[in-house]
């Protein structure tokens, strides 16, 4: 002992500072913890089709289903039970056409869902997905240039300006069915704009925009696309996804939002993009950011846990609280259930 403390002071080594002394109990890293993962900062994505007593488990998201309407009242009461306090709604139409016109029904799926949600746990918060990729017949997220009406563009290039139109009808039927909030998603330029316009002018001005501020154009979403049927009949969505490359022009997407009136921005997916995220945390410290864990990163734990390579609950409740030390305030993710039961175990 004599000779390492002598080794030390001729190294100049100050063993003053132990940073260990901070970690020898439990007690004490909680106390010291900086970041906390709660149940009420998670939202659960949940998938809504038409038909009577459904629950279809989604093939390439294990725990993860469809549901039909009638269905769903035991499905929120359990969400409401964990402590989670929103969910947001993903549409499957009875059919689909070149606009999406279910999209903007009534009747439509996703409307019918807000209303029952609703009725069963009014304080519930329901986000609703404004895309039109879901609903429509080619699979892309606005009206396609077809039939020469845009002579100077390839024929099936996403019309941007004529999709805001319909993007607006969205968000007001999601309103007048009793969303909370609405989450344009498409990356469609000006769609916060038109969105906030149109809500206003129909006397939702209290019904706030999640802006999918930076989305980009991933390959993590194939479950999602299998879960949505929403697959593109053709081509890609890189005309209006951002490159996986760029981080400056997420900077110059968010500021886009805020100014047309977005409430809250959103950076998509999370995992391969916590730089970003910090980044537009760092840029927008006084608006509420969320980040969505999106199908694949989730799809993969779910394969590794099932061959028994990683240990679920750790690397879950790891996955989120690093989303979360990145700058997210609000996670958007299919382990929410999973995720809150188990931070309730340790409360």
Known sequence: MAAIAERTRE???DLR??????????ELRSMLRETWLRPDDLIYPLFVRHGKGLRAEIRSMPGVD???????EAEIESIAGLGIP???LF?????????????????GIVQQAIREIKRAVPEMLVVTDVCLCEYTDH?????????????????GYVLNDETLEVLARVAVSHAEAGADIVAPSGMIDGAVGAMRVALDQADFDHVAILAYAVKYASAFYGPFRDAAESP?????RKSHQMDPANAREALLEARLDVEQGADMLMVKPAL???????????????LPLAAYNVSGEYAMIKAATAQGWLDERATVLELLTGIKRAGADLILTYHAKDAAAWLRETD
Request: charged share 30%.
């Open 11 to 13: 190294d100049q080594v």
């Open 272 to 286: 391969p993009y916590l730089d970003v995220l910090h980044r537009v945390r760092s840029a927008y410290p006084e």
């Open 91 to 107: 549409g499957l139409p009875e059919t689909k056409d070149a606009i999406g016109r279910e999209n903007f029904d009534p009747q």
């Open 86 to 88: 929103a969910v947001v």
């Open 66 to 72: 469809q549901w039909s309407v009638d269905r769903l």
């Open 139 to 155: 699979g892309h997220c606005g009206l396609l240039n077809q039939d020469g009406r845009r002579p100077h563009l390839p024929e």
């Open 232 to 236: 593109p009949r053709f081509g890609d």
């Open 17 to 26: 500072r132990r940073p260990r002394r901070l970690r020898q109990s439990p």
